[in-house]
């Protein structure tokens, strides 16, 4: 029985290890659907500089994550939780560890995408290099830490020390909150230091359209997302606990992945649609992206009715918090990370009490309210930090001219389109498409009408 025994394990530690590697590969293919997303939604003499940032936090983030990142999150649960002594050396043991190289992997996919939502709220202004220092500031610390809090046994969990005095840990299945709001709002903070593009707003501080080049290249960036989303959800869930299939644990991320998406896409539409008096696929692809945003930290603790509503909830709010950031506010974000990302993680993530299978707990909530606080007062203070600490050292925006002639040229060197675009990178095409003549309203780079 023994022989047999371990080659059972075996094949259960195989049949795991493959499962993480085929979600962190899905994962990382929602790279190119935020590149298609981000570039789809910027003048077309922005779009290149937009494409190398998401290669930037990729290629220099992994190595960062690795060096740096996955460690800091062990020292920062360690000492924020009772009990556990802090072992600075062990904290890097996986660097030489190949038993643990599978798993760093499943972690760092997750850092990079908290890394690549915050460039599509300072697209078209900011620095290149300025970008390239808050992507390792991100990868290094700032999500780093949230995620030792959250899930590494620290702050949040059950036994750290917000958790412990509450009485339940913060639940957040796979991120909605550790990983798109932390992303969401990082982007907002940024945006707001970065100051706005020139000309979205005018002298009297109303916000003026600034298209986007390609409503289709963001819609297919949608759903490529959408696709590596179940990598995301249904990846987090494993395929076997002590040898026993998770069947029914793996359908209930995956129904409630599905209807939150379906449900986010339709509410988001609706909204729009009565506000606009027409739909407008843009929004409707933000509102599909924030019901996955918002279902992300409840799809496994939910009900399927409950996933529905809050994907409609998350969907809804989008074009809503939308206007707010960008007509109250008065923050230029050119792609509504705050509001796909940011509002619709926090939103669902505090709704998981009132549709938990578990049922409704008091002490649930106020550890949902409270880790989100947390959350989102730790994201603000260190972006600011940092982001201030650029401005006034090598500068976090580009100049003017390099602002009218587009961060492609600008920055790289390059035109991204140069069969269509003019030398100046102020063509019609180049600055986001034509202008509606038939009598209706010019369209903006958010989807609105104005």
């Not at 359209?209 to 987090?236: D, K, Q």
């Amino acid at each position: 029985m023994l022989p047999l025994q371990g080659d059972v394990t075996q094949v259960a530690d195989a049949v795991s290890a493959v499962w993480v590697l085929t979600v962190s590969f899905l994962i990382f293919f929602m790279q190119p659907g935020f590149a298609l997303l981000e570039a789809g939604q910027v003048r077309a003499k922005n779009a290149g500089n937009v494409v190398m940032k998401n290669m930037t936090d990729w290629s220099m983030g992994v190595i960062v994550f690795f060096l740096a990142g996955a460690g800091i999150s062990t020292i920062a649960a360690a000492l924020t939780a009772s009990g556990t002594s802090l072992d600075i050396a062990g904290a890097f043991a996986y660097i030489d560890e190949p038993s643990g190289w599978v798993s760093w992997l499943f972690g760092a996919v997750f850092a990079m995408t908290a890394a690549t939502i915050v460039s599509g709220a300072v697209a078209e202004r900011m620095k290149f290099s300025a970008y390239v220092v808050y992507a390792v500031a991100m990868t290094a610390v700032i999500y780093p830490v949230i995620a030792g809090f959250a899930w590494g046994g620290g702050l949040l969990s059950a036994d750290g020390f917000l958790g412990a005095a509450i009485g339940v840990g913060y639940k957040d299945f796979a991120g909605a909150t550790v990983v798109h709001a932390l992303g969401g709002i990082a982007g907002l903070t940024a945006a707001y230091v970065v100051g706005p593009r020139r000309g979205r707003y005018d002298s009297k501080g109303k916000a003026q359209p600034i298209p986007g080049h390609s409503v289709l290249f963001a819609v297919i960036g949608t759903l490529i997302l959408a696709f590596g989303w179940y990598g995301f959800n249904v990846g987090t869930q494993g395929v076997l606990s002590d040898g026993q299939f998770m069947g029914e644990a793996l359908g209930r991320v995956a129904l409630n992945t599905t209807l939150a998406m379906g449900a986010g896409m339709l509410a988001s539409s609706l909204v729009s649609y009565y506000i606009e008096g027409k739909p407008d696929p843009l929004f409707a692809a933000n509102g599909l992206l924030a019901g996955l945003v918002a279902i992300t930290g409840a799809c496994a603790h939910v009900t399927w009715w409950g996933g529905i509503l809050i994907g409609l909830i998350g969907g809804a709010q989008t074009p809503l918090v939308y206007r707010w950031v960008v007509d109250n506010l008065k923050i230029d974000d050119v792609c509504g990370v705050f509001a796909v990302h940011g509002s619709a993680g926090f939103i669902g993530t505090m709704l998981i009490p009132f549709f938990d299978v578990a049922g409704f707990s008091t002490a649930q909530l106020v550890m949902q309210v409270a880790g989100s606080v947390v959350i989102a007062g730790w994201t603000v203070l260190t972006t600011l930090v940092v982001m201030y600490a650029l401005k006034y050292t090598i500068g976090v925006r580009v100049s003017d001219e390099e602002e009218e002639l587009g961060l492609d040229l600008g920055e790289h060197g390059l035109a991204t389109y140069p069969e269509f675009t003019a030398d100046s990178g102020s063509s019609p095409i180049t600055d986001g498409g034509d202008v509606r003549t038939d009598g209706g309203d010019v369209r903006t780079d958010g989807g609105e009408d104005e």
